[in-house]
């Protein structure tokens, strides 16, 4: 599976390169429509819904900044591939252990989870990426900016990060009660007084009565 997703990366990084940009920016600037009728060229006026297309080429720009940005991100992944980088030195290679901030909201960061979810097998993503993540930040650090990204356009990937963290905890045997004084540090009183603290305590004991509905006391 990992070589398969190694392969698919490549096809994509090629077909994404070697598509010209005009493939998304169809409408010229100052284009004109034709099917008007002749009226409108005698009296040297256009109708008001030509306006548009100045709004749709605009539009078009806005999609080639997306797919050009599709581009690097695709050739980040097809050089990390081809050097055959790990994810630990694929986290330094794109200087994710560098600089401050929320780790998790860098555009850099989605290139390495998506790499990394390519090279590893299914079940093993997980512990690769905590792997890594763990060297740099604690488990507190982690959850605090999971739950920042995920407020973010990185939603899902903070997501998914999120299980794989309560996955840590749970096989770790942190009841929930466990997890807020020992990973957080913080008094259960705090789950009720912090917004922040109860979300936390909400998700992990949901996950962890999934995962354990024999111990849920109703």
């Known amino acids: ?36 009728p002749a009226a409108y060229a005698d009296s040297g006026t256009l109708p008001s819904r030509r306006l548009r297309s100045t709004k749709l ?33 694929a986290f330094s290679a794109l200087r994710l252990t560098m600089g401050k901030g929320n780790v998790i909201s860098k555009s850099e960061f989605g290139t390495w989870f998506q ?22 930040h604690t488990d507190k650090a982690l959850i605090d900016m999971i ?7 990185r939603k899902e990937t903070a997501t998914q990060l999120e299980n794989a963290l309560f996955g840590k905890w749970f096989d770790e045997h942190f009841w929930p009660k466990d997890a807020m004084e020992k990973v957080l540090k913080v008094n259960m009183r705090d789950t009720e007084a912090k917004p922040y603290i109860t979300r936390i305590w909400d998700a992990y004991s949901d996950y962890f009565y999934k995962r354990r509905p024999d111990l849920k006391v109703f």
């Not at 096809?11 to 409408?27: D, G, M, Q, Y």
């Open 57 to 89: 080429s605009d539009n078009g720009e806005e999609r080639a900044g997306l797919f050009q940005s599709k581009v690097n991100k695709s050739i980040k992944l097809l050089k990390l591939a081809s050097e055959g980088q790990s994810p630990a030195s």
């Open 1 to 36: 599976m990992a070589i398969y997703n190694m392969v698919l990366l490549a096809t994509i990084a090629f077909l994404v390169n070697t598509t010209p940009l005009t493939a998304v920016h169809p409408i010229p600037r100052n284009s004109v429509a034709v099917d008007h």
């Open 115 to 136: 790499y990394v979810t390519a090279i590893t097998n299914k079940n093993d993503w997980e512990k690769a990426t905590l792997e890594v993540l763990s060297k740099y």
């Open 147 to 153: 739950q920042k990204a995920k407020g973010g356009t």
